[in-house]
């Protein structure tokens, strides 16, 4: 069966940065992009951008760019994001996704609660 | 980047027929797709390329498109329903967006 699994929940504290794992499994690690979409609490679904874990390229939402790096290691099938300079508005929940090229997001990772206080 | 415009907020009763409109630019020439979130869970895939339901998917849920607009159906409403939908599409470079979100409530 498909699986994405993510780290734990994170508290950091304003301007700091956080790396959100999500490792994957039952499926061929390069043949699907890894999208990393957030929710902040009562609000929708923001999408964060992709990386293709074949050939490491990535794609970042205007919104994200200089601040988000997504990453992978394949020798553990394990994809990360990571934000820097952190406000109190990037707390959120943060998925991880799958998808075949350009389709739907077919399986998606259980969350990772980040809270940003000081 | 694109938008994508849904209602705030779609109320039904059981056994009616609840409608969730999505509208956008982009919608004419890229594949919509529909999840549905329930609270403190992850978002589930309900339709794909429009009108493609995943297996697993009830029957009741159906999607169409005309233009610039694609509309998410289900055909005799259950309580089970009751949660956030999003709609979601991508422009040509894969750069994707999602729509406001839509809260079903089953009366």
């Known amino acids: 069966q498909v699986h994405l699994v993510q780290s734990g929940a994170e508290l950091k504290k304003p301007g700091a940065s956080v790396k959100v794992s999500c490792k994957t499994s039952g499926y061929t690690f390069n043949d699907y992009y890894i999208h990393w979409v957030r929710q902040a609490p009562g609000h929708g679904l923001v999408w964060m951008g992709w990386?293709?874990?074949?050939?490491?390229?990535?794609v970042y939402a205007p919104k994200f760019q200089g601040r988000v790096t997504m990453t992978r290691d394949t020798s553990i099938t394990t994809v990360y994001m990571h934000l820097s300079g952190l406000r109190s508005d990037d707390t959120a929940v943060y998925f991880c996704a799958r998808s075949y090229g350009s389709n739907e997001f077919d399986y998606w990772g259980q969350g990772t609660l980040v809270t940003v206080s000081s | 980047s694109f938008e994508l415009t849904q209602p705030p907020s779609v109320s039904v009763s059981p056994g009616q027929t609840a409608t969730i409109t999505c509208s956008g630019d982009a919608l004419a020439n890229q594949y919509a797709y529909w999840y549905h979130q329930k609270p403190g869970r992850a978002p589930v895939l309900v339709i794909y390329k429009d009108s493609e339901r995943p297996s697993g998917i009830p029957e009741r849920f159906s999607g169409s498109s005309s233009g610039t607009t694609v509309t998410l159906t289900i055909s005799g409403v259950q309580a089970e329903d009751e949660a956030d939908y999003y709609c979601q599409s991508a422009d040509i470079s894969n750069t994707w967006v999602f729509g406001g979100g839509t809260k079903l409530t089953v009366l």
């Open positions: 990386i293709n874990p074949k050939y490491g390229g990535t």
